[in-house]
Nanobody, 127 residues
Framework: QVQLAESGGGLVQAGESLRLSCAAS????????MAWFRQAPGKQREFVAA?????????YYADSVKGRFTVSGGNAKNTLDLQMSSLKPEDTAVYYC???????????????????WGQGTQVTVSS
């Protein structure tokens, strides 16, 4: 059984940094990708960042986080970190780790394209 577990969420002030981690158990995703999504109250789940292992570890970012967030993964292709810097109140959301074994690049920003999800971790940024 595949499980994804996030950790590292919390409450920080605007301008501070936070690091999220995700660990997958049950399989690796060498032929696919792992990603971070987030969902704020009353809003749809949105793409944040991803690594496509099958494309040599290429990384992808939402425009809203580019230059502030950095996604990275372990050599075993089953862990994913998100280093978040210069956090803003609008970054407040539940952050979810997602993974899929066969996803294609054109689908990576769509949450429905991922087969596996973690339970989420809350990130709150105060102003």
């Amino acid at each position: 059984q595949v499980q994804l577990a996030e950790s590292g969420g919390g409450l920080v002030q605007a301008g501070e940094s936070l690091r999220l981690s995700c660990a997958a158990s049950g399989r690796t995703f060498r032929s696919g990708a792992m990603a971070w999504f987030r969902q704020a109250p009353g809003k749809q789940r949105e793409f944040v960042a991803a690594i496509k292992w099958s494309s040599g570890g290429a990384t992808y970012y939402a425009d809203s986080v580019k230059g502030r967030f950095t996604v990275s993964g372990g050599n075993a292709k089953n862990t994913l970190d998100l280093q978040m810097s210069s956090l803003k109140p609008e970054d407040t959301a539940v952050y979810y780790c997602a993974a899929d074994g066969t996803i294609i690049v054109s689908s990576m920003r769509r949450p429905e394209a991922y087969d596996y999800w973690g339970q989420g971790t809350q990130v709150t940024v105060s102003s």
